[in-house]
């Protein structure tokens, strides 16, 4: 540790010496170490040590051409929330050009909102005995049931959709008006969300909506692979899903038990790539929400280290999920955290950390315990800029923060994404990969919305081909990296 804080020290004196050298010997900087500085920055940010064949430079060329256009446009679409400028990367020149590319791996996805909305409601709330309540605070919650389910939820009268939609004049707009109660999205979300508190109350209360959805078994399974088929679309070629505790249903009202569900995700996943036999394949990343007591997270670790030795083929590892502002801090888990450790077995950690504006508490300070409990990636990591240990700690030893930034924008933690804070861990060449965390909730699908938040908006005219690149290859890396010991 003394050896790291040295080589700070010793990196800031150098810069300062150079920089005192340079005005003292020469009144006039000389334009020749001026680029040499330049080429120096360039070559420490994301992609910037990437060798691109002169085929690629010319697409380079092109590619900073039609970044420059989009950057003058008003309104420039990273600088405004993305509910409001959705439609026009979708017209984005340099958008179309990142849904053709390779993007690698998705990495930070929750497995309960990562299809389209459309597909929900057109599929699977067109199918038989599925019923609707509308709840007092004006949600929604669905159930598959042979019988007229009781009340529960908060909900006193439920309907059974079709019979419903019979009863309609207009069910288009019906269910037009569906799509935006399982969506945040909005025409005016300064409005509809005001604060995070509102944003985060209305994020946690879809999610609810959309258990009774997908948890019914025959939407599971065809959830499932309707999720593969957008991610392989927007060329994804590798899923890690962070999946909760809900458990799958049948319509007589029965559960599945954890290892069925895992062995529809194997079976899904093998058909899959039955069909598309260039797709790697999916993993599991367990996850129990933060507001949950330690006696319950220890059982929500013992039963993922279980699992992980008895399906090592498709469980990755363990993560803790909720709003960090309001939930439990890392470290107060740590005595459940350690329980791997104390048993001498193996269970990757995944962690969320540092999805907070913060600073100097201990919701921001998890970006510090991810890393005492080896975290293998750090979620969101928007907090890792306060903590300059951290930062460094990470970046040596190659744990990359998973970007997600129209989640970080939705959820108000940024407004204009040029003043992410990732700008200075992209500027500095820290490992990133880039993800759409819950696609569903953000009226998008597959991973290109965020590419191109992060390409154009947060990368700035400086990230280049060699930058997506290089973050794709990332996620590649971190997914080899994650599981050589299981893999071997």
């Not at 009340?151 to 009863?167: N, T, Y």
């Not at 005595?335 to 921001?364: C, N, R, Y």
Request: aromatic fraction near 12%; glycine fraction near 6%; hydrophobic fraction near 40%.
């Amino acid at each position: 540790m003394r050896g790291l804080f040295w080589h700070i020290f010793s990196r800031a004196a150098l810069i300062m010496l150079i920089l005192l050298c340079f005005r003292e010997c020469n009144p006039m900087p000389d334009p020749h170490q001026r680029d040499l500085m330049l080429k120096q920055e360039i070559s420490q940010q994301v992609g910037g040590g990437v060798e691109l064949t002169p085929a690629e430079l010319q697409l380079d060329s092109l590619l900073h051409q039609v970044k420059l256009k989009e950057m003058i446009y008003s309104p420039f679409p990273p600088a405004n929330h993305f509910f409001k400028v959705r439609h026009i990367v979708q017209k984005s020149p340099v958008f179309k050009l990142l849904q053709k590319m390779p993007k690698g791996a998705a990495l930070h996805i929750h497995s309960s909102a990562m299809v389209s909305v459309e597909w929900l409601v057109l599929n699977a709330t067109y199918r038989p005995q599925c019923y609707i309540c509308f709840t007092w605070d004006g949600s929604l919650q669905f159930l598959f049931s042979t019988t007229m389910p009781f009340p529960r939820w908060g909900c006193f009268v439920w309907k059974r959709l079709d019979m419903l939609r019979a009863s309609l004049s207009d069910v288009t707009a019906f269910d037009n008006s569906l799509m935006r109660n399982l969506t945040l999205f909005t025409e005016d979300p300064e409005t509809s969300y005001p604060t995070q508190d509102a944003a985060w109350d209305r994020f946690e209360k879809i999610f609810s909506a959309l258990s009774g959805l997908i948890n019914y078994a025959p939407v599971f399974k065809d959830y499932i692979y309707e999720a593969l088929t957008e991610l392989y679309e927007d060329n994804i070629m590798y899923v890690e899903l962070r999946v909760g505790q809900s458990k799958a249903y049948e319509l007589d009202g029965t559960t599945h038990d954890r290892a069925w569900s895992l062995e529809v995700y194997r079976n899904i996943t093998e058909q899959f790539r039955a069909n598309h036999t260039d797709f790697i394949g999916t993993r599991i990343i367990f996850t129990v929400h933060r507001n949950l007591y330690v006696y319950q997270v220890k059982q929500a670790v013992q039963e993922a280290i279980e699992m992980q030795q008895k399906y090592p083929d498709i469980v990755a590892g363990f993560d803790l999920v909720g709003r960090e502002d309001t939930g439990r801090s890392i470290w107060y888990f740590r005595d459940a955290l350690s329980l791997p450790s104390e048993m001498k077995t193996q269970l990757p950690f995944f962690f969320h950390a540092g999805e907070t504006d913060l600073d100097g508490t201990d919701v921001d300070r998890n970006v510090l315990d991810a890393l005492l409990f080896n975290t293998s990636r750090i979620g969101h990591g928007f907090a890792l800029g306060h903590h300059p240990l951290a930062k460094q700690l990470s970046r040596t030893r190659g744990v990359a923060v998973e970007l997600c930034p129209i989640s970080n924008q939705v959820l108000k933690l940024v407004s204009d994404l040029r003043n992410h804070p990732a700008a200075t861990l992209m500027s500095d060449g820290h490992p990133i990969v880039v993800s759409s965390d819950d696609p569903t909730l953000f009226g998008t699908t597959g991973l290109s919305y965020d590419f191109y938040q992060a390409f154009v908006g947060i990368g700035g005219l400086s990230a280049n081909l060699g930058t997506l690149k290089e973050i794709a290859m990332n996620s590649i890396r971190c997914k080899i990296n994650s599981y050589t010991s299981f893999e071997k």
